[in-house]
């Protein structure tokens, strides 16, 4: 969680107004959410795992559950009884699937793990934190001052830069990859 307050104090400094003379907090938040809602919504349609949630949920006799406010799209549901889920257009799915149709998600009885792709709340007031982790802190307050400038080509341009850095943290998950094999030589 980062706290908006913190955000707003770096964006200000940026911008050379440490005493609010020229631009209240308050100016400062909506460049925020559009900050967090640009980045997130492009990392998590490049399928960037850095914006991936996990949540446990159950799925009572009624084989529904209504997916969190947040969710954006799913990276992947795993049953505790019978492993990883696969999507169906089916209904009622059967076993080992599950269906999406808007906000609720349809599946048999029991207990999964749910990893999907989200993108923070907005926020509305100084006293709020963003709903990302840390590592995300930099990229925000990037966007937002670009954005806050008006300077849409640039933010454009660090979104692209973390989708660079952050898809790249995934490489080492690959089965099989080494130096080798990512280089194109031979073992």
């Keep these: 969680m980062i706290p908006v307050v913190e955000l707003a104090m770096s964006l200000r400094y940026a911008l050379g107004?440490?005493?609010?003379?020229?631009?209240?907090?308050?100016?400062?938040?909506?460049?925020?959410?559009?900050?967090?809602?640009?980045?997130?919504?492009?990392l998590s349609q490049r399928y960037v795992h850095a914006v991936l949630k996990k949540k446990a949920i159950d799925i009572g006799n009624t084989n529904m559950y209504e997916l969190p406010s947040d969710f954006v799209r799913v990276h992947q549901v795993v049953s505790d009884e019978d492993g990883l889920m696969i999507p169906t257009s089916t209904n009622p799915p059967a076993r080992r699937s599950?269906?999406?149709?808007?906000?609720?998600?349809?599946?048999?009885?029991?207990?999964?793990s749910l990893e999907y792709y989200y993108i923070p709340a907005r926020v509305h007031r100084l006293e709020?934190?963003?709903?990302?982790?840390?590592?995300?802190?930099?990229?925000?307050?990037?966007?937002?001052?670009?954005?806050?400038?008006?300077?849409?080509?640039?933010?454009?341009?660090?979104?692209?830069?973390?989708?660079?850095?952050?898809?790249g943290r995934e490489i080492s998950h690959f089965e099989n990859t080494g130096p080798a094999q990512v280089l194109g030589g031979r073992t």
């Design 128 to 167: 709020d934190n963003v709903d990302a982790p840390e590592s995300m802190r930099s990229y925000i307050e990037q966007i937002a001052l670009n954005l806050y400038q008006k300077n849409i080509q640039q933010a454009d341009y660090i979104i692209e830069q973390a989708e660079a850095t952050l898809a």
């Design 17 to 42: 107004d440490m005493q609010g003379l020229n631009v209240s907090d308050y100016q400062l938040l909506e460049p925020i959410n559009q900050a967090v809602s640009r980045l997130y919504g492009y």
């Design 98 to 112: 599950y269906r999406i149709v808007g906000n609720t998600l349809y599946a048999k009885e029991g207990a999964y």
